[in-house]
């Protein structure tokens, strides 16, 4: 059956098909790598927010570290927990828990060390007062001295970049001898700093002839520097470190990722407590 074109939250609409749709991601390993090294050196949990289908949650708490996955999606949660019920090892199931939530209200039952928001998600609050209203409320989640951890893309301002195109990201086999080809398109609007995307999805018979097609569009907005360093400065946060990728190379012009860590600043009953603030250090990986 068709499904009818109308805007969707395609993390909803397409959450069976969404590990095969960020597995065409050139910055996918990259990431991964980059948050697990972060989170290896986090005291306690991690808090993952925009969780998902549990890519990343289910490498941490492979190598150890306990992770708290946060989304608002429950087709998404299900995804991942199917694939947590199916890793047979006790101590990795003990170490992932699971909640939907709204990452704007969610709080944890203790601060954290590290929240992380990873592959981009902070496109979804690229306005200031969405932007703020996140970095906020990531706050009130962290323990003093916390770190916040997230990812976008960088995009020109004429809304030039590495996401401004169509093309298939996904064409391969199926069970039953069916394949399915996934085709990803966005159309830059400058003025709003926001990528009007859409997702279509085909599964075609062996003659060719197409036998499902879903359709989602969303919109994922972009985030300058300065928008980021504004927002940290009046939520409470200092910027630890600012990357240009995921192996941690200085940010600079020819940049195609911005890779942030953010510490929170101490309150001022912190500060008056330990009298002293807390000075910056940098990432090791």
Not at 61 to 66: C, E, L, N, S, T
Not at 194 to 220: D, F, H, I
Request: glycine residues 10%.
């Amino acid at each position: 059956m068709t499904a009818p074109h109308a805007p969707a939250d395609p993390y909803r609409r397409m959450a069976d098909l969404y590990d095969l749709w960020v597995s065409t991601d050139p910055a996918r390993a990259g990431s991964e790598r980059f948050y697990l090294d972060l989170a290896l050196s986090a005291n306690g949990p991690v808090l993952e927010l925009g969780t998902g289908t549990g890519r990343i949650a289910l490498a941490l708490a492979a190598v150890g570290v306990p992770v708290v996955g946060v989304d608002n999606a429950p087709e998404m949660l299900a995804v991942a927990g199917s694939k947590l019920a199916a890793r047979p090892a006790l101590p990795l199931q003990a170490a992932v828990e699971l909640v939907q939530g709204d990452v704007l209200t969610y709080r944890p039952a203790a601060p954290v060390g590290l929240a992380v928001l990873p592959l981009r998600t902070v496109g979804h609050f690229h306005t200031p007062t969405r932007l703020h209203a996140l970095l906020s409320s990531v706050r009130e989640m962290l323990q003093p001295d916390g770190l916040f951890a997230f990812d976008h893309f960088v995009v020109h301002a004429d809304g030039a970049g590495p996401l401004a195109q169509e093309e298939v990201v996904y064409a391969g086999p199926l069970i039953g001898g069916c394949s399915l080809v996934l085709r990803h398109s966005q159309r830059a609007a400058p003025q709003s700093q926001e990528l009007l995307c859409e997702l279509r999805a085909q599964v075609r018979l062996a003659g060719g002839s197409v036998s499902e097609e879903r359709c989602c569009s969303y919109v994922l907005g972009w985030v300058s520097v300065q928008d980021v360093r504004h927002a940290a400065h009046s939520a409470g946060f200092e910027v630890q470190n600012l990357f240009g990728s995921f192996d941690q190379q200085p940010f600079g012009p020819g940049s195609r990722e911005q890779v942030w860590v953010l510490r929170r600043r101490p309150s001022r009953p912190d500060l008056l407590s330990t009298g002293h603030t807390t000075p910056g250090s940098r990432v090791h990986s």
